[in-house]
């Protein structure tokens, strides 16, 4: 197994500063020295992925290097008796893809302080089409739900709600009774929305104030936010006395211009999603939640599924803002 080749996406810095993916054959000797050897069957694809194949520093650090956040598959060797081989596990977050070698790579080894079993009611393909979005979006419906924000209590806002994210959040509350209102940026997948659970669908541009008012009529119970910028600082100042926001993203901007208005005139909450940290008990405890009551009963039809030879122009869609949904990406067969 030692000497055993297996394909990854390999993202390399080339001499003149620009920097180029494709997969490549590695060894498993290379990986680094972990407890836990795990064949990956299933991975997918987000916005952090990304921004490590496209040479981002703030997510990783050094290269060359495999992307890939997500890894779903079986045990192969283990150092710990928690985790023997033939286990079906899921690895997502921690370092993993970002200076770590991920699971956009047939085989990966990590501590074992990262690895969680396969909650017994979802299959490993099901889990990664999940992956961490869906698990981002599950940490900001537990953030409403157990605030508690409830159905009765007026309509949630979910921003990004063409990405993975928006999508399954969206799925999620209007499967709990949640009155939704969508954003997005792609007028063309208002019918899509719609089916999935939204309420209404408003524009990136209705969404956005640019008045500089430090408030705004109040609209909102409940926020689930993948954007940032102007359209979370608009949504934060459109809410109502009491509600809860979750910000989990940036793919607008890293920026907030806000005052403090909202906070301490109308007690609004604003909570900040992480993913990566999210520590093992409260992680497999949202994992459950995805594996029973708040199973998407539409996932399926927010999944595109590509092979590891795919990725590459995949991850050009994304940096591009052409994504939709969730992608999969299937390496049983590589």
């Excluded at 669908?201 to 102007?230: C, F, H, I, P, Q």
């Excluded at 509600?243 to 993203?249: I, L």
């Excluded at 609004?268 to 520590?279: F, K, Q, R, Y």
Aim: hydrophobic fraction near 45%; include cysteine.
């Amino acid at each position: 197994m030692t000497e055993k080749k297996f394909r990854a996406l390999w993202v390399e810095e080339d001499k003149s500063g620009v920097f180029r993916r494709w997969v490549a054959k590695r060894l498993v000797t290379e990986l680094p020295d972990h407890e836990v050897l795990v064949r990956v069957l299933y991975s997918s694809l987000n916005y952090k992925d990304a921004l490590s194949a496209t040479g981002n520093r703030g997510v990783t650090r050094r290269y060359p290097h495999t992307p890939g956040i997500d890894a779903a598959g079986v045990v192969v060797e283990s150092s710990v008796a928690d985790f023997r081989p033939g286990a079906e596990v899921v690895v997502s977050g921690y370092d993993l893809g970002m200076n770590t070698s991920g699971g956009l790579g047939q085989y990966i080894r990590v501590p074992a302080a990262w690895v969680m079993p396969r909650p017994a009611a979802l299959s490993l393909r099901q889990c990664m089409m999940y992956g961490t979005a869906g698990f981002t979006a599950a940490q900001c419906v537990a953030r409403l739900v157990d605030f508690p924000i409830r159905p009765e209590d007026g309509k949630i806002l979910v921003t990004g709600a063409t990405g993975g994210v928006g999508m399954i959040a969206l799925a999620i509350l209007g499967q709990l009774g949640y009155r939704v209102c969508a954003v997005t940026g792609k007028s063309e997948q208002t019918a899509r929305l719609i089916e999935l659970g939204a309420e209404t669908v408003l524009s990136r541009a209705a969404a956005t104030d640019n008045s500089g008012r430090m408030l705004l009529k109040g609209k909102w119970a409940g926020v689930v936010d993948a954007v940032g910028g102007l359209i979370l600082s608009t949504a934060i100042k459109s809410c109502r006395y009491g509600a809860m926001v979750t910000c989990c993203g940036n793919a607008a901007s890293a920026d907030l211009p806000l005052s403090v208005y909202p906070f301490i005139l109308r007690g609004v909450t604003l909570a900040g999603i992480d993913s990566a940290e999210t520590p093992m008990s409260r992680r497999r405890a949202l994992w459950q939640r995805l594996a029973g009551s708040w199973q998407a009963p539409n996932l399926e039809g927010m999944v595109s599924e590509i092979s590891l030879d795919e990725v590459a122009a995949k991850i050009e869609d994304i940096i591009q803002g052409r994504h939709l949904g969730r992608t999969l990406v299937n390496l049983d067969g590589d």
